[in-house]
């Protein structure tokens, strides 16, 4: 079982930077996918990026594409999210996720497990 835990959020104005962070207990029991979702009021539950721990695959939606970037540390069994060039449409209430496939963050579906969440406010 894993359990993610995010922290890093805050408040920002555009064009700026934050890096998410995601401590996962369980995190090294078996290969899978780690990664985030967001979702802002009214709005639907949408993927933002996904990293396969075996390998370090990496899979970013469109729309974060050249702006967000994943990395893991596996010795600390955390991963993160760096956020540049933030825009306010970023804005949401990011979570932390883990699944042993990668297409629930593609679909924006419920992964197998999920944080709490950590805001993003980037303001104009």
């Known amino acids: 079982q894993v359990q993610p835990v995010e922290s890093g959020g805050g408040s920002v104005q555009a064009g700026g930077s934050l890096r998410l962070s995601c401590a996962a207990s369980?995190?090294?029991?078996?290969?899978?996918?780690m990664g985030w979702y967001r979702q802002a009021p009214g709005k639907e539950r949408e993927g933002v990026a996904a990293i396969y721990t075996g390998d370090g695959t990496t899979w970013y939606a469109d729309s974060v594409t050249g702006r967000f970037t994943i990395l893991q540390d596996n010795a600390k069994s955390t991963v993160y999210l760096q956020m540049n060039n933030l825009k306010p449409e970023d804005t949401a209430l990011y979570y932390c996720a883990a699944d042993l496939y990668l297409i629930p963050f593609i679909a924006g579906s419920e992964p197998g497990y999920w944080g709490q969440g950590t805001q993003v406010t980037v303001s104009s």
């Open positions: 369980g995190y090294g029991d078996s290969r899978k996918f």
